[in-house]
């Protein structure tokens, strides 16, 4: 298993920046893709932005040029850098991985954190 924690939400100003930050922890495991979800009410969950394990990055359309995500892969962390953040960008924010985590054999799996709520205010 691998356990996500989220840090780092909180209210922002609009125009302002915020960085959230996810540490994985567990057994064995060997994470491979991170990123962030966002959710907010009425809504799906969708992507904000994923890294790859050598760093390849994706952004949904909405937060390119304003938001950048980074890992560092020898801590199990990924941090996203929220700037100029708007109203709309309000949400919950939920951490994710796909890993290959060790029982008896290596398994694949998916995993998230419990999110972090993100209020901009105008």
């Known amino acids: 298993q691998v356990k996500l924690v989220e840090s780092g939400g909180g209210v922002v100003q609009a125009g302002g920046s915020l960085i959230l930050y996810c540490v994985g922890s567990g057994g064995t495991f060997r994470i491979k893709a991170m990123g962030w979800y966002r959710q907010s009410p009425g809504n799906h969950r969708e992507l904000v932005a994923d890294?790859?394990?050598?760093?390849?990055?994706n952004y949904a359309d909405s937060v390119k040029a304003r938001f950048t995500i980074t890992r560092d892969n020898a801590k199990n962390t990924v941090y996203l850098q929220m700037n100029s953040p708007k109203p709309e960008d309000t949400a919950v924010y939920y951490c994710?991985?796909?890993?290959?985590?060790?029982?008896?054999?290596?398994?694949?799996?998916?995993?998230w954190g419990q999110g972090t709520q993100v209020t901009v205010s105008s």
């Open positions: 890294i790859s394990s050598v760093g390849s990055t």
């Open positions: 994710y991985c796909s890993a290959q985590v060790y029982t008896t054999i290596w398994r694949n799996n998916e995993y």
